[in-house]
């Protein structure tokens, strides 16, 4: 191999950012397995040594009187004009001229060469966009299928070859894109493919709305105020519990902003979607009452023999508003909280002793998220 491959490997490592000793190792390996495949009788014995700038060859033969295996061994006057301290039972490394190879060997080892690039190519490509597992990234919609409604994104900084598939289940109803226009997509998972990496991403996923307040609240950002909890009906409404790790810090107002500029640049990124920040309480009938918000809540009492179940008693001109529309802020609640809420205006109350003395009874309103 001379000079000329090993600056075509220069510049493949610089416009590519395959590395030059991993494509030096895979042609080793292809001259390797085309030499063993065109030599019959070729094992182990053979290898390939970068020597002044140039990769070469060697099959390794034992010095014995008379040659039988011509594979591995050799004959003693054979083996002195390569080495003329040459003794019975050395070995001696035979150098071999690749261009000698057959038409069958060289299109194996391009073969195995080309391979190398695609495998590199993949492989950087998924040890890039795994790290970013869980990230924002932006990009470019490539094209959508007409018939599933899949959308390809091309991510932004990336080659033709690193898109993102955005189905159509984590896309929000309500959103709708063309090609080219610009979008922000949320990684959920990078899978290894026989076509190489998939980049997996959302715009539906819980986790695009806790970057998007991470990039926006550097009190999150910094530990001191947590995300603890959300729930999300993806194009509508999100409800976010947070939690301040330091007292004098308001949690809310952290994520909402000086006239609500944070919140704010979050809506405006899902479009209009509606936001309920609450307060993170480990009191489970405070954060109930709490997650149930827009509404007041009057009481909330834990059922007894039932595993994470409360009922709930509001004042009557709030029951609408606490169950919401289609059941929509119950239905969130209960998701946020992970409780079953059974929700009652306030004339009911005096009938609630004898609900409370039924263990069995299930609430009906809403049920916490799978």
């Given at each position: 191999?001379?000079?000329?491959?090993?600056?075509?490997l220069?510049?493949?490592?610089?416009?590519?950012?395959?590395?030059?000793?991993?494509?030096?190792?895979?042609?080793?390996?292809?001259?390797?397995?085309?030499?063993?495949?065109?030599?019959?009788?070729?094992?182990?014995?053979?290898?390939?040594?970068?020597?002044?700038?140039?990769?070469?060859?060697?099959?390794?033969?034992?010095?014995v009187?008379?040659?039988?295996?011509?594979?591995?061994?050799?004959?003693?006057?054979?083996?002195?004009?390569?080495?003329?301290?040459?003794?019975?039972?050395?070995?001696?490394?035979?150098?071999?001229?690749?261009?000698?190879?057959?038409?069958?060997?060289?299109?194996?080892?391009?073969?195995v060469?080309?391979?190398?690039?695609?495998e590199?190519?993949?492989?950087?490509?998924?040890?890039?966009?795994?790290?970013?597992?869980?990230e924002?990234?932006?990009?470019?919609?490539?094209?959508?299928?007409?018939?599933?409604?899949?959308?390809?994104?091309?991510?932004?900084?990336?080659?033709?070859?690193?898109?993102?598939?955005?189905?159509?289940?984590?896309?929000?109803?309500?959103?709708?894109?063309?090609?080219?226009?610009?979008?922000?997509?949320?990684?959920?998972?990078?899978?290894?493919?026989?076509?190489?990496?998939?980049?997996?991403?959302?715009?539906?996923?819980?986790?695009?709305?806790?970057?998007?307040?991470?990039?926006?609240?550097?009190?999150?950002?910094?530990?001191?105020?947590e995300?603890?909890?959300?729930?999300?009906?993806?194009?509508?409404?999100?409800?976010?519990?947070?939690?301040?790790?330091?007292?004098?810090?308001?949690?809310?107002?952290?994520?909402?902003?000086?006239?609500?500029?944070?919140?704010?640049?979050?809506?405006?990124?899902?479009?209009?979607?509606?936001?309920?920040?609450?307060?993170w309480?480990?009191?489970?009938?405070?954060?109930v009452?709490?997650?149930?918000?827009?509404?007041?809540?009057?009481?909330?009492?834990?059922?007894?023999?039932?595993?994470?179940?409360?009922?709930?008693?509001?004042?009557?001109?709030?029951?609408?508003?606490?169950?919401?529309?289609?059941?929509?802020?119950?239905?969130?609640?209960?998701?946020?909280?992970?409780?079953?809420?059974?929700?009652?205006?306030?004339?009911?109350?005096?009938?609630?002793?004898?609900?409370?003395?039924?263990?069995?009874?299930?609430?009906?309103?809403?049920?916490?998220?799978?």
């Amino acid at each position: 191999m001379n000079a000329e491959i090993f600056a075509a490997l220069a510049q493949l490592e610089k416009e590519r950012g395959i590395p030059q000793q991993y494509m030096i190792d895979k042609i080793t390996q292809a001259l390797v397995a085309a030499y063993k495949k065109d030599k019959e009788g070729y094992t182990d014995n053979v290898f390939v040594e970068v020597e002044d700038g140039d990769l070469k060859m060697y099959v390794q033969k034992e010095v014995v009187d008379d040659v039988l295996t011509p594979a591995t061994e050799i004959s003693l006057d054979a083996a002195r004009k390569i080495n003329k301290h040459a003794e019975l039972g050395d070995l001696v490394n035979v150098d071999v001229r690749t261009q000698n190879f057959g038409r069958i060997a060289a299109q194996t080892a391009k073969q195995v060469i080309i391979q190398g690039i695609r495998e590199a190519e993949r492989g950087m490509i998924f040890d890039t966009f795994s790290s970013k597992e869980h990230e924002i990234l932006s990009g470019s919609v490539l094209r959508a299928d007409p018939t599933s409604g899949d959308l390809i994104i091309r991510l932004t900084g990336g080659s033709d070859k690193t898109s993102a598939l955005l189905s159509r289940s984590e896309q929000v109803p309500t959103e709708h894109y063309t090609e080219g226009d610009m979008i922000r997509v949320y990684v959920v998972e990078v899978r290894r493919s026989n076509r190489g990496p998939q980049v997996i991403v959302s715009r539906t996923h819980p986790g695009l709305v806790k970057r998007l307040f991470e990039l926006e609240v550097p009190e999150i950002a910094s530990g001191l105020v947590e995300i603890k909890s959300i729930a999300r009906e993806a194009g509508s409404r999100t409800k976010l519990a947070v939690y301040a790790s330091q007292d004098g810090i308001d949690p809310v107002g952290a994520c909402v902003g000086t006239r609500g500029a944070r919140v704010g640049a979050v809506v405006n990124e899902l479009h209009g979607e509606k936001m309920d920040i609450i307060v993170w309480s480990d009191d489970p009938a405070k954060f109930v009452a709490a997650a149930l918000s827009p509404a007041d809540v009057k009481s909330v009492t834990l059922l007894p023999g039932s595993t994470k179940a409360c009922r709930v008693i509001v004042p009557d001109d709030q029951l609408s508003l606490a169950i919401g529309k289609e059941g929509q802020n119950a239905r969130l609640a209960a998701r946020l909280t992970g409780y079953k809420i059974d929700i009652k205006p306030a004339s009911q109350e005096q009938e609630l002793e004898a609900i409370d003395a039924q263990p069995d009874a299930a609430p009906e309103d809403a049920e916490p998220q799978a």
